[in-house]
């Protein structure tokens, strides 16, 4: 689990690196209402602190966050009030005990170790979607896409203090990385702290992932969307 001090550093970072998280969440609503136009409920899997769900509770009547993260749900549902929250390791068959008209995934199943991983979440996502829902995901790199050793850096300035995070990404086989982020933290009042994680990431294909899609009983289609570097798949159950 995270110490509350790094999901706060964690949230300030992503919000300082330009991404429009509520331009992001638009589309995916617009995507979610081509497919569900009559979509009131939606589940964010790998919510995160919310970033994108509170704007996406503003589309939708019925939403609830779910992460591994207790803690990033904590601030999520700090963030978005009444945010109903669910604690899922998407890694591991899910039994959310309701279903939605819409399920989405923005750029979390990199988190997933392999293929059949892949195809075992799909499949139990179908499984809590109301007739005509909807998947939406967003994938992440390739395995052409990544630049092995690949250095990044980012510095924030905020009221009290600044944050730096310095990261090196390695392929440690041929489809997985490690990342290795670093973070110093200097604030008026505490001083100075840091703290470093570690994580593994899987690249998959989009052939992998439409393979999976498709093993796991979805009709899949993958979208360029401006905004979403790897685009977005939409996928439904078939039949």
Known sequence: MYKDDYVETYDLLMQSRG???KTQALDVARVVREHAPDAESLLDLGT????????????????VGAD????????????????????????EEIDLGRKFDAITSLCAIPHLESADEFEALIRG???????????????????????????????????????????????????????????????????????TEKVQLTLFTREQLAAGFAAAGAVAEHQEIDGFPWGLWVARAAG
Do not use: C
């Open 19 to 21: 991404k429009d998280f």
């Open 48 to 63: 995160g602190t919310g970033l994108h769900l509170q704007f996406l509770a503003e589309q939708f009547d019925d939403v």
């Open 68 to 91: 591994y993260s207790e803690e990033m749900l904590a601030f999520a549902a700090g963030r978005i009030e009444g945010l109903k929250t669910l604690r899922v390791d998407f890694r």
């Open 125 to 195: 996502l179908l499984k809590h979607l109301n007739p005509g829902g909807v998947l939406v995901i967003e994938p992440w790199y390739d395995g052409d896409g990544f630049n092995d050793g690949h250095v990044a850096s980012d510095l924030m300035t905020k009221e009290d203090g600044a944050i730096v995070r310095l990261s090196h990404a390695r392929r440690i086989a041929d489809d997985r990385i490690e990342m290795v982020v670093h973070y110093a933290v200097a604030d008026s009042g505490a001083g100075l702290r840091d703290f």
